[in-house]
């Protein structure tokens, strides 16, 4: 082999590792991007909602946002929120869900909504458990808890549906695994062996035992579509009781509630279990 080939080869493996490792090193840069302290609940949507610190298992005290439900029988949506941005953000969609008759809990995550902790799958994992703990200890049990998971707060709504149970499940966004995701932006790299926040979503629905609303925008440019199917498809397989498809033409990545979702979300949970 000539000697300019063997060092062409040797730059290029050079610049492939150092962008793998560069990849590895700082893939929570690239994965949550928390926004700045929320504003008040009065000055959002959701004038009614109050904040509400939450205490984790590991010692955090997490500031979220919670509107009751109008009655005892009314279930609470517990709302994982994507990897971007604030509680505030999705105060628009805490209105319209407040309105159809739900309580909704605003999870705030630990190392967003200026909460103390750094992001992470096992840390939202925590965090979402206390959110749960806080229901369980108002009487508010998984047989009127629905868990909503927002884009990368799937990978925490549905393993918690699996292990502490709900009313059902509703995705939005939703992705089959963050790993499929690095190979789908990165196909070069061997996403399996870099990332350490797989939320791998298909694994989860295998094992999921309630109704399942998976909602996607059809122009989703982040998240495709393709995956909502395949989540759908794999929870059919798997025996999950019932899984319906919602895909709005006109919807992007996380705006479904801008063409109607919450109008969705509550047919289906009147709809037949």
Do not use: C
Request: aromatic share 10%; proline share 10%; glycine share 12%.
């Amino acid at each position: 082999m000539p000697h300019w080939i063997a060092g062409l080869l040797g730059a290029v493996l050079t610049v492939y590792l150092a962008g793998g490792a560069y990849l590895w090193a700082f893939q929570e840069q690239f994965l949550f991007a928390p926004g700045p302290p929320p504003p008040p609940p009065a000055e959002t949507e959701a004038p009614d909602m109050a904040p509400l610190t939450l205490t984790t298992a590991d010692g955090l005290d997490l500031v979220s946002w919670y509107a009751p439900p109008p009655d005892d029988d009314a279930p609470v949506v517990v709302y994982f929120h994507g990897n971007a941005g604030n509680v505030a953000g999705r105060a628009y969609k805490a209105r319209d869900l407040i309105d159809v008759g739900y309580g909704v809990l605003l999870v705030g995550y630990r190392g967003y909504n200026g909460n103390p902790g750094s992001p992470g799958q096992a840390g939202f994992r925590k965090d979402g458990e206390a959110a749960l703990d806080f229901l369980d200890g108002e009487g508010i049990g998984p047989a009127r808890r629905v868990l909503y998971g927002e884009s990368i707060g799937s990978g925490t709504a549905l393993p918690l549906a699996v292990d502490r149970g709900a009313a059902a499940v509703v995705l939005e966004g939703a992705f089959t695994s963050m790993v499929a995701m690095a190979l789908h932006q990165y196909p070069i790299y061997p996403a399996g062996w870099l990332l350490r926040h797989p939320f791998d979503n298909l694994a989860a629905v295998r094992s999921l035992r309630v109704p399942l609303l998976v909602m996607h925008g059809a122009r989703d440019d982040l998240v495709p579509p393709e995956m909502a199917a395949a989540l759908v498809e794999t929870a059919r397989d798997a025996g999950v009781p019932r899984v319906d498809l919602a895909l709005f033409p006109e919807g992007g990545h996380v705006d479904l509630f801008e063409h109607g979702a919450a109008a969705r979300v509550r047919a289906f949970l009147d709809g037949p279990s």
